[in-house]
């Protein structure tokens, strides 16, 4: 089992729509927790990080459920520009390396 | 502020050629990594260097190897490319280990 664990996707959904992503993450060490988005062929870009009170950046929400050990983004209103990959990060303290990649969600918004 | 800056852009090789792809950061972060991505597939950790002089394998290091030559700059070389080294490599960099990281905008790498 992967430390850091995405449904692939894609999620294909029409502007406008309201679509959300989990990531679960296995390591109960796991200390902080970012989204990235990732567009084709490009690198990855920080999006927004997950406190543990959850957060809210414009159309982005990002919650965090330490109990049951996932994250989730909620994306209201898509946008055509919205279609991306979206990278779920977790950093762990017990170890060297530090921050672990999910394989990342892809999402597709449709006019 | 040019951020990370990674060079070359493209690159083809024949395989059992070497070379080396080169980082360099003007952000004063102490970390750096270099990444692999594969289609359809997640970054992969080759090297990563938690701080001036130190370096550590990832998850698949072999075939590769790299210097921290100082702070700004990171560079992964390859000593005898082979066609599975075909992918895009990213490198990244972070204030220290257990912050977000900014990545440069990769090199594609193309071993026939």
């Known amino acids: 089992r992967k430390e850091v664990e995405q449904d692939p996707g894609p999620f294909n959904v029409p502007e406008g729509a309201t679509v959300a992503f989990n990531c679960t993450y296995s390591?109960?060490?796991?200390?902080?927790f970012f989204w990235y988005r990732q567009d084709c062929r490009k690198e990855p870009k920080l999006l927004m990080s997950?406190?543990?009170s959850g957060n809210e950046d414009g159309r982005f929400t990002a919650q965090l459920n330490r109990a049951s050990q996932y994250i989730s983004l909620l994306i209201r209103d898509s946008k055509l520009s919205d279609s991306a990959t979206y990278l779920c990060v977790v950093i762990r303290m017990d170890s060297s390396y530090k921050l672990i990649f999910g394989s990342g969600t892809r999402l597709l918004v449709r006019p | 502020n040019a951020g990370v800056t990674q060079t070359p852009k493209f690159q083809v090789l024949k395989t059992g050629q070497s070379m080396t792809l080169q980082c360099a950061q003007d952000m004063n972060h102490n970390s750096m990594y270099w990444y692999r991505q594969d289609p359809g597939m997640g970054l992969r950790l080759i090297y990563y260097s938690a701080s001036e002089g130190t370096t550590d394998k990832g998850e698949v290091p072999n075939g590769y190897n790299v210097s921290r030559l100082n702070k700004r700059e990171f560079s992964l070389r390859l000593e005898s490319a082979a066609p599975s080294q075909t992918s895009v490599y990213f490198c990244a960099s972070s204030p220290n280990s257990n912050q977000p990281q900014h990545f440069g905008d990769g090199t594609r790498l193309s071993i026939l």
């Open positions: 997950v406190y543990s």
């Open positions: 390591n109960s060490a796991s200390q902080s």
